[in-house]
C-alpha cells in the first residue's frame, strides 16, 4: 500500500437525462505507484475521459452520479471529500492537464494571471515573489522568452505553447499526482515529441504520478510504464507496457495494435476494427466488445461480462477466452 499514491476499487459512473440512466464507467478497479507512469487508452466514447473527471470529481453534480466505489488517494477516499476539501486538494495535490489547449485557458486574461492563480490559492505568494515563480514555470516548459509570453494574451500563442501554459499550470503547485488527458491531441508532430519529452523529465526528475490518457499507441510505447485498455466503460487488459506490446491478448487491444501504420510496410492498406464503439445507453448485455470482435466463439460472450481474469504476472484480461488460463494468486 504504502508504493500506491492512488486506488481507484469497483467505480461505476452514471449520466442521466430524461431518457433515463446510463453507465459511463462500470466497475473500475486501478493503482497508480508513486513515480510511474499508467497509460489508458481506447478508443474516443470507451470512458476514459470519465474516469479522468471522476478522479477529479469534476463531473457535473446534477446529471453524473458515482453509483459505487472508492478513490483512494493517500488512503484517503476522494468521493467522500467536501467540495471545500476537493478545493484544497485540485490543482495542489492532484492536477490535470485538459483535452484541448485552445479551449481551457481564459480568453480575457494574461498568461501570467493564469500560471499565478493556483499559487496564489494554495501557496499563498504574491507580489514580485509571485511573478518570479510564474516566469520561472514557463522556463522549465521550455517557453522562449517567458517574461514576454507573461504579458500576453491566449490568442497571443498557437496551439503549441497554450498547452505548455496548461503543462505549467498544471505543475506549478508540485502535485503528486498528474493527470494528462491526450495533452498532444490536435499538435504537430515536433510540439507533440517536445511535451512527451517534458512530461517525461518531469516523472523522472520530480517523481510525479502520472496518468496519461490517449488513443495513440506510439505515445503509450514511448512515456508509459504500466497500460490499461478501455472499452465501453470498462478495462478489458491491464499489464506493464512491455507484456502489452510483446503479447497483447484482448481481441480489442490486438485489433488496436493492427491498425496502427508500421515501419516498411508503406502503400499497405491499413488494418481496421469493423464497426463503431456502441453507445452507452446500447451497450450489449455481454461483452461490450462482442458486437465487433471476431473471435467471439459462445453465447457467453453476447450473454455474460466477462470479468477481469489474472493471466499471469499483472497481465489481466476481460475475454471469455482466457477464462481457463486465469492464476490463482492467492
Same mark, same amino acid.
Given at each position: 500500500m504504502e508504493d500506491k499514491i492512488l486506488m481507484v476499487k469497483n467505480l461505476s459512473v452514471s449520466f442521466s437525462d430524461d431518457n433515463g440512466k446510463i453507465i459511463a464507467v462500470d466497475d473500475v478497479s486501478f493503482t497508480l505507484e508513486k513515480g510511474k507512469i499508467l497509460g489508458i487508452i481506447g478508443e474516443s466514447g470507451c470512458g476514459k475521459s470519465t474516469l479522468a473527471l471522476s478522479i477529479m470529481q469534476l463531473l457535473p453534480g446534477k446529471i453524473s452520479k458515482i453509483e459505487q466505489g472508492a478513490i483512494l488517494f493517500n488512503k484517503n477516499d476522494l468521493v467522500k471529500f467536501k467540495e471545500a476539501e476537493l478545493e484544497n486538494l485540485r490543482g495542489n495535490d492532484v492536477a490535470m492537464i485538459f483535452q484541448e489547449p485552445m479551449t481551457s485557458l481564459n480568453p480575457l486574461f494574461k498568461i501570467g494571471r493564469q500560471v499565478e492563480e493556483p499559487l496564489k490559492i494554495h501557496k499563498h505568494l504574491r507580489g514580485k515573489q509571485l511573478k518570479d515563480k510564474a516566469i520561472e514555470l514557463l522556463k522549465i516548459v521550455r517557453i522562449t522568452n517567458p517574461e514576454k509570453v507573461y504579458e500576453l494574451y491566449p490568442h497571443n500563442l498557437s496551439g503549441g505553447m497554450r498547452q505548455r501554459v496548461n503543462i505549467a499550470m498544471a505543475l506549478s503547485c508540485e502535485p503528486e499526482i498528474l493527470i494528462a488527458d491526450e495533452p498532444t491531441t490536435a499538435l504537430d508532430v515536433t510540439i507533440q515529441a517536445q511535451i512527451l519529452f517534458l512530461l517525461k523529465n518531469l516523472n523522472k526528475e520530480v517523481k510525479t504520478s502520472i496518468i496519461f490518457i490517449t488513443h495513440d499507441l506510439s505515445v503509450v510505447a514511448e512515456v508509459c510504464d504500466e497500460v490499461m485498455v478501455m472499452y465501453g466503460g470498462k478495462i478489458v487488459e491491464q499489464s506493464d507496457i512491455f507484456e502489452l506490446f510483446d503479447n497483447p491478448k484482448h481481441p480489442y487491444t490486438r485489433g488496436l495494435m493492427d491498425s496502427q501504420p508500421s515501419k516498411g510496410e508503406c /502503400? &499497405?492498406? !491499413?488494418?481496421?476494427? &469493423? =464497426?463503431?464503439? @456502441? $453507445?452507452?445507453?446500447?451497450? @450489449? $448485455? =455481454? *461483452?461490450?466488445?462482442?458486437?465487433? *470482435?471476431?473471435?467471439?466463439?459462445?453465447?457467453?460472450? $453476447?450473454?455474460? &461480462?466477462?470479468? !477481469?481474469?489474472?493471466? =499471469? /504476472?499483472?497481465? &489481466?484480461?476481460?475475454?471469455?477466452?482466457?477464462?481457463?488460463?486465469?492464476?490463482?494468486?492467492?
Open positions: /502503400g &499497405k492498406p !491499413l488494418s481496421s476494427i &469493423k =464497426g463503431m464503439v @456502441p $453507445s452507452f445507453s446500447n451497450m @450489449p $448485455s =455481454g *461483452c461490450s466488445f462482442s458486437t465487433r *470482435c471476431s473471435e467471439k466463439f459462445c453465447e457467453r460472450c $453476447s450473454n455474460e &461480462k466477462p470479468q !477481469l481474469f489474472n493471466i =499471469g /504476472g499483472n497481465h &489481466k484480461v476481460a475475454c471469455w477466452l482466457y477464462e481457463k488460463e486465469e492464476v490463482n494468486i492467492e
